[in-house]
């Protein structure tokens, strides 16, 4: 049964896989949009641990302050018991003070780790960032390729390919045919209303010297 279970897995495994990569073979674009959404997921989720981070190590300093300090205070106290010869009080102030120590110095170790764990992070973090920014360029410079390459794959339709011509370049055909159209009917037309106007001209003339001559 796991043996059946194990192949199943394997063989959906296998075509999910088949699937993605024919995915990024159609819209290598869309699949790098993806990534780039994961890696600013990840991105953000790094940031938010560094900032935990530093609250941690802010906390274990503060933490470390009041051990100090509770020690000091145990050690006088500890000091003011012996020298009032009050045995129990100064051994319960003694053991107090040990406790405040070791917890002083453990919790200077927590600190120190944080520290260095904070700065490890922080590395990390920027190099992420740089990734992140890198992926994005990447990103620009594969648009302006595809674009390019569409660009060029039209017009090549359009310019070289006799199969499609028919069918895109008709548009340029007919605008040219109307321009054609249009340039003779204007043409037609001032040589039309040129004649007109010559022709008119000499009857008024003609008119003009049968009246003077009679």
Do not use: W
């Not at 944080?114 to 410079?141: S, T």
């Not at 340029?172 to 037309?189: C, G, H, Q, R, T």
């Amino acid at each position: 049964m796991t043996n059946l279970l194990t192949r199943i897995k394997n063989t959906v495994m296998a075509d999910l896989h088949e699937a993605l990569d024919q995915k990024e073979k159609k819209n290598p674009i869309a699949l790098l949009n993806q990534y780039l959404r994961e890696c600013e997921a990840e991105t953000e989720k790094v940031r938010k641990l560094l900032e935990r981070q530093g609250q941690l190590k802010e906390q274990f300093a503060r933490e470390h302050h009041q051990a100090l300090e509770m020690a000091e205070k145990r050690k006088y106290q500890s000091e003011v018991a012996m020298r009032a010869g009050e045995s129990e009080l100064q051994e319960f102030a003694a053991r107090e003070q040990a406790q405040y120590e070791e917890r002083a110095a453990r919790l200077k170790e927590a600190m120190e780790n944080a520290g260095k764990q904070q700065v490890e992070l922080e590395q990390k973090y920027e190099e992420m960032k740089h990734k992140l920014k890198d992926m994005n360029i990447r990103r620009l410079e594969l648009m302006g390729r595809e674009n390019v390459t569409r660009a060029h794959h039209r017009m090549d339709q359009v310019l070289e390919n006799n199969a499609y011509s028919d069918k895109a370049y008709s548009r340029f055909a007919e605008m040219e045919n109307y321009l054609d159209n249009l340039e003779e009917k204007v043409n037609s037309s001032y040589y039309r209303n040129t004649i007109d106007g010559r022709i008119a001209q000499l009857e008024k003339e003609f008119k003009n010297k049968e009246t003077h001559s009679i």
